[in-house]
Nanobody, 130 residues
Framework: QVQLVESGGGSVQAGGSLRLSCAASGDPYPSACMGWFRQAPGKEREGVATIFAGAGNTYYADSVKGRFTISQDNAKNTVYLEMNSLKPEDTATYYC???????????????????????WGKGTVVTISS
């Protein structure tokens, strides 16, 4: 059974940093698209960043470009989200997700297509205070 387990959430002040991790169990998917999505209270879930497992191509939402970095450690089957210069508007539950069979172009587009992701973690809460 495939599981995605997030960790690393917490509460920090604006301007601070956090690093989220997503550990995937089960068989790896070399052509998967892995992504981080977030959902703030009362808002729709939105894409934050995606990474194509095969070549490491990365894609970001405009709101986090230059502040967040998505990366992967294929040996550990783990994806990370390094978040710097955090703002109160970054407050949300962050979810790790995966589309098992993808391509660089699809992975770029999946940033705006939560429905394309087949596997989801349970989320980790990030709270940024001003």
């Amino acid at each position: 059974q495939v599981q995605l387990v997030e960790s690393g959430g917490g509460s920090v002040q604006a301007g601070g940093s956090l690093r989220l991790s997503c550990a995937a169990s089960g068989d790896p998917y070399p052509s998967a698209c892995m992504g981080w999505f977030r959902q703030a209270p009362g808002k729709e879930r939105e894409g934050v960043a995606t990474i194509f497992a095969g070549a490491g191509n990365t894609y970001y939402a405009d709101s986090v470009k230059g502040r967040f970095t998505i990366s992967q450690d294929n040996a550990k089957n783990t994806v990370y989200l390094e978040m710097n210069s955090l703002k109160p508007e970054d407050t949300a539950t962050y979810y790790c997700a995966r589309r098992r069979f993808s391509s660089p172009n699809y992975c770029r587009d999946d940033l705006s297509k939560t429905y394309a992701m087949s596997d989801w973690g349970k989320g980790t809460v990030v709270t940024i205070s001003s």
